[in-house]
């Protein structure tokens, strides 16, 4: 599939993030963003392990329009892309060029709630270089980890006609992930009439000395693409599966502003890499999930006895909700999201019967906080309760105490964390798990039916 750009394309921000979300949510938020004077590229990669100077690459790319990509099969003809000796003398080159003249700004490596560093660029072609009938843009680039095979990630964008009298600037973002380690990139663009532009630069994510601790989830030396949002999670097999504790997860989606159709893109991917990284967690598991909005009091995904986190089906049910729509249902309710947490809570708790209860969610999400005679209510089921909160990064008037989820983990007498950056979540997990395996109750004596 390739890559479409149009006159009139929008800039946006975080745009490598927003390629990652559903389809028709990424229509809305092009919708909702402000006009600019550049144009804006999505681009998605896929990668190649290289072992021979002269080998068949497959290209794969995202249109801005569609957040899936496609992944071409090497026996499919339509997707073989041929690396010549032109293109890998560019590369072995490592020298600078401008014949298509262009800017290529690179972005610092940062680690993301995934434990991977996420590098890139960005590329500015003045829209004058690319006017006529079309034209068609080839990017190549190789990224070389100390010591081990370099990878290659191949992009294909075409150009749709442009005004020749634009004064505008077209801007490409690109981005790959990165374990901690020692990293070389080659870089270069060529165009239809076979004009380069290229670049080399170096990398070295890596994290300082005082999150030494860290380097237990990140791996070293890996270059992987940027996969999709919900791509499915590999198999994960835990030993000793049915001695292992339990524990009911609730994930709160609340958006930023209640009447906010969509959910941000950064909570989105951030939640979403937390619950991979639980996923992994080979200690524990989870004995049920549930999606809401507490704000909106929806629920939005929900699976008990899950045996593998089905990020496609949550996928799927975050495109159909409408979290901004207030139904004829809730607008009869007397009860607020405050008493929606408390009753979804002790539910779980209650009917599910786990080992232990994790929440998920940004702090303080709502206006109305929980009542006295509904935090009284909670009788104290023994088990350990746990609340994970993070800061949407929005000016708020809300109080901490006003977080109803907040409120009845502490009639709980659980513990919260707050995990804004990456590091936070390790500790908080770490710790999380550790008193959830320390607090599993002893499996009770069971009586030999032939002795009755």
């Known amino acids: 599939m390739k890559t479409a750009i149009a006159a009139g394309v929008p800039s946006q921000p975080y745009v490598m993030v927003r390629a990652r979300i559903p389809a028709e949510l990424e229509k809305i938020q092009m919708e909702k963003s402000d006009m600019s004077a550049d144009y804006s590229l999505v681009l998605k990669t896929v990668l190649f392990k ?48 401008h014949d298509l003249p262009c800017t290529v700004t690179m972005s610092r490596p940062k680690l993301g709630f995934d434990f991977m560093f996420s590098a890139g660029y960005e590329v500015r072609v003045p829209t004058r270089e690319l006017t006529g009938e079309g034209n068609d843009l080839t990017i190549l680039f190789r990224v070389i980890p100390e010591d081990r095979p370099a990878s290659y990630i191949a992009q294909t964008i075409h150009v749709a006609q442009l005004d020749e009298h634009s004064k505008r600037d077209i801007r490409l973002h690109g981005i790959f992930k990165l374990g901690e380690g020692k990293y070389h990139v080659d870089w270069f663009m060529r165009d239809r009439r076979e004009r380069i532009c290229s670049k080399s630069w170096d990398l070295k994510p890596k994290v300082n000395s005082r999150d ?84 909106t009091q929806q629920i939005v995904y929900q699976k008990e006895n899950p045996a593998s986190l089905d990020l496609a089906a949550l996928g799927e049910a975050l495109r159909s909700v409408k979290l901004g729509a ?56 023994g088990k350990p309760a746990f609340y994970l909160s993070y800061d949407l990064g929005y000016d708020t008037e809300l109080s901490p105490s006003r977080d109803p989820i907040s409120s009845i983990i502490k009639s709980l007498h659980g513990f919260e964390y707050s995990i804004n950056r990456p590091k936070d979540f390790f500790d908080a997990w770490s710790d999380v798990v550790a008193r959830i395996v320390r607090t599993k109750p002893e499996p009770s004596a069971t009586t030999d039916p032939t002795s009755r």
């Open 50 to 97: 290289v072992a021979r100077p002269l080998f068949m690459i497959v290209a794969g790319v995202v249109c801005a329009e569609n957040a899936d990509s496609e992944s071409v099969k090497p026996g499919n003809a339509a997707g073989r892309m041929q690396l010549g000796g032109a293109d890998l003398a560019v590369l072995e080159l490592q020298q600078s060029r």
């Open 212 to 295: 030494s601790r860290l380097r237990q989830w990140i791996p070293q030396g890996l270059v992987q693409p940027a996969e999709p949002l919900f791509a499915a999670e590999p198999p994960f097999i835990r030993p000793q599966e049915n001695s292992l504790s339990r524990y009911s997860l609730i994930v709160n989606l609340d958006p930023p502003d209640p009447s906010a159709v969509l959910i941000d893109d950064w909570q989105l991917y951030r939640v979403v890499a937390i619950l991979r990284r639980m996923e992994r967690d080979p200690r524990i598991k989870p004995c049920s999930i549930v999606v809401c909005s507490v704000e």
């Open 326 to 381: 207030v139904n004829a249902k809730r607008l009869v309710s007397t009860h607020g999201p405050a008493q929606f947490a408390a009753d979804l809570i002790w539910e779980r708790l209650m009917k599910v019967d786990p080992d232990a209860l994790v929440v998920l969610g940004p702090k303080g999400s709502s206006e109305a906080g929980v009542s006295r005679r509904t935090l009284e209510a909670f009788d104290k089921p």
